[in-house]
Nanobody, 125 residues
C-alpha cells in the first residue's frame, strides 16, 4: 500500500501560481502511476494530470493544459503540480492518487487505489 500526503494549497488571486506537493511512502514513486485529481463543491472528482511510472510520459487535462505541469522527484519520492495562471474555476480540493497496477495512464478515479486527504486551493478575483 502507498500513503500519500498533499501540501501546498492555499488562497491565491486569479492569475497567480501555486505549487502542490505529494509525498509518497510505502513504495517507490517510480513503481506506479501518480496523478492529481480535483473536486469542486457540488461537482464530481475530475482528472487533472498524471505521470507514468517510467517518468517518460505525462498527461494533462485539456482544461489545464498550458497552465499546469506535473513533475516528479524520485529520490524525494514526491510528485508536484505546478499551477500557473490560476482561474476562479480552478478552485477545488486537489487530491494526489496512485494507480499501483496500471501500465498506462488512466483518467478514471476507479483505477486509482491510493488517495491522499487533499489540499484546498482557492482562487479569488
Amino acid at each position: 500500500q502507498v500513503q500519500l500526503v498533499e501540501s501546498g494549497g492555499g488562497l491565491v488571486q486569479a492569475g497567480g501560481s501555486l505549487k502542490l506537493s505529494c509525498v509518497a511512502s510505502g513504495r517507490a514513486i517510480n513503481n506506479y502511476i501518480t496523478a492529481w485529481f480535483r473536486q469542486a463543491p457540488g461537482k464530481e472528482r475530475e482528472f487533472v494530470a498524471a505521470i507514468h511510472w517510467s517518468g517518460a510520459t505525462t498527461h494533462v487535462a485539456d482544461s489545464v493544459k498550458g497552465r499546469f505541469t506535473m513533475s516528479r522527484d524520485t529520490p524525494k519520492n514526491t510528485a508536484y503540480l505546478q499551477m500557473n495562471s490560476l482561474k476562479l474555476e480552478d478552485t477545488a480540493v486537489y487530491y494526489c492518487a496512485a494507480d499501483l497496477n496500471g501500465d498506462y495512464i488512466s483518467v478514471r478515479t476507479t483505477d486509482f487505489t491510493s488517495w491522499g486527504q487533499g489540499t484546498q486551493v482557492t482562487v479569488s478575483s
